[in-house]
């Protein structure tokens, strides 16, 4: 008799534990992928035209009033570059960017912005969340296949929503990064 009460009371009790376990963890699920976006909504940049397909999927944060470069966004360290997941650029074509190579692919984009200029960082890993636990950059370095260095700019008009484009130049290509008042500017090619 006793072993069978307790045999209930555990049942029970496991239930009970899983029901919490399953709300708890649709509250996260919740919290990470809508409410934050709420706050830096997706968006999607591409460049379609005569068989070459590039693209960059990141969500964009507000400045809302706040010291961007150097301050929310610190000098000298790895940035997700956006907010809440990793950007991602995708490429159906081998690249040249800044007389590196850069093959077809899927890419998570990091930057380490600098007073005088950025460093671009793309790595083989993507679909990440943009930071770890400890509010560090979740990327592992020896995924890393390209980085460059290119200026940043100071523009007059400050961007309010943080915002990436892909501008045809020529035959060429302009990865343009617009925050604040700063603009970078990463030149890429056909290989």
């Not at 969500?59 to 000298?76: A, C, H, M, Q, S």
């Not at 650029?89 to 984009?109: D, H, P, V």
């Not at 790595?123 to 890393?144: H, I, L, M, Y």
Request: aromatic share 12%.
């Amino acid at each position: 008799m006793i072993s069978l009460k307790k045999s209930r009371k555990m049942k029970k009790f496991l239930i009970v534990t899983g029901i919490g376990f399953l709300i708890l963890m649709g509250v996260l699920a919740y919290i990470r992928f809508y409410y934050t976006k709420t706050f830096s909504p997706e968006a999607t940049v591409e460049y379609n035209q005569n068989g070459t397909q590039l693209s960059v999927a990141y969500n964009r944060p507000y400045k809302k009033g706040r010291v961007i470069f150097g301050e929310l966004v610190p000098y000298d360290v790895v940035w997700r570059t956006g907010a809440n997941e990793a950007t991602v650029f995708g490429t159906n074509k081998n690249l040249i960017i800044k007389g590196q190579s850069l093959k077809a692919g899927k890419y998570s984009l990091w930057t380490v912005p600098g007073e005088q200029s950025w460093k671009v960082i793309f790595n083989t890993e993507s679909g990440q969340w943009g930071v770890d636990f400890n509010g560090s950059a979740n990327r592992d370095p020896k995924n890393d296949v390209l980085t460059v260095e290119v200026p940043a700019l100071t523009h007059d008009k400050e961007f309010e929503q943080f915002t990436i484009s892909i501008e045809q130049v020529g035959e060429d290509f302009e990865l343009i990064l617009m925050w604040d008042k700063t603009v970078v500017v990463v030149p890429i090619s056909l290989a």
